[in-house]
C-alpha cells in the first residue's frame, strides 16, 4: 500500500504538467505623445486640424499580489491537503500589468488531484485604443479559444464581473483523465482566468463536471472582487 502512495505524486506531476494554462501572450503596452502646432494667428480648432477623442481612463490602475486573489477557505475547499497553502506565484516582469498564483494538492488519501491557478491581466490605454477595449477583444479570445478544445462547452456565468463564460472540458494525460474547468471573467480593464482541475489516481472515482465547474466559479469571484479592493 505505501508504494501505491509514492506512485501518485508522479501521476500527479503529469497532469500538472499538461494543464492547459492560457498563454499571457501580451504585446508591450506603450504610450505616445505629440503636439499640435496651429497655423499662424490661429489655433489648431480655428485651423481645421482634427483632434483626436480622449480615451476613456482605465477604470483599475493596479492588480493584487496573485497569491492573495483567492480566499484562504476556497483554496483549502478547492484543494484538499494543498501543499501549499500560499500558493506558487507566477514570474511577471511587470506586476502591474499581470499576476499569477496555483496551488496544487492530492487529497487526505494521497489519490484525489487537484489544480487551481489564477491569472490576472491588466490593461492600459494606447493610442489605438482603450485600455477597457483591449480587455474586452483579449476575454473574447480567450473563451473562443478555449472553446476549440475537443468535447469543450461553454456557459455563461451569471453576476461575475462585466463578462464571464466558463469553459468546461476533459483531458487525458498517461491514461488519467481529469475533469477541467476554466472561467475567464472581465472587470473592466482586467481579465480574469482561472482553472480547476480534478481527478481521481489510481482508479479512483473522478470529481463531477458540476463540481468543477462550481469550484472554478466560486475562486473567479475570489479573484474578481481581489480586483475591485486593490483599487478601492
Known sequence: M???????????LLLACAAAVPAMLLAGCSSGGGSDSGKS???????????TPALAPEKYATLPEGCVTVGKSTVATLVPKVKS???????????????????????????????????LQRFASTPAASAEQQAKDRYADQV?????????????????GDQASSVAA???????????????????????IVEYNGAGLEGKKNPSAATVVSGAERAAKDAVLAVVGANS
Do not use: F, H
Open 144 to 160: 473562443a479559444q478555449l472553446g476549440k478544445a475537443p468535447g469543450a462547452t461553454t456557459a455563461a456565468v451569471a453576476k461575475l
Open 2 to 12: 505505501e508504494r501505491r502512495r509514492r506512485t501518485a505524486p508522479r501521476s500527479a
Open 85 to 119: 497553502a500560499a500558493g506558487t506565484p507566477a514570474m511577471s516582469q511587470d506586476i502591474s500589468a499581470r499576476a499569477g498564483c496555483s496551488w496544487t494538492g492530492n487529497g487526505s488519501d494521497g489519490y484525489q488531484y487537484r489544480w487551481l491557478s489564477v491569472t
Open 41 to 51: 494667428g490661429g489655433s489648431s480648432a480655428d485651423s481645421g486640424t482634427p483632434t
Open 170 to 192: 476533459k483531458a487525458t494525460v498517461s491514461k488519467v483523465t481529469s475533469q477541467n474547468d476554466t472561467v475567464v471573467a472581465r472587470v473592466g480593464n482586467v481579465v480574469v
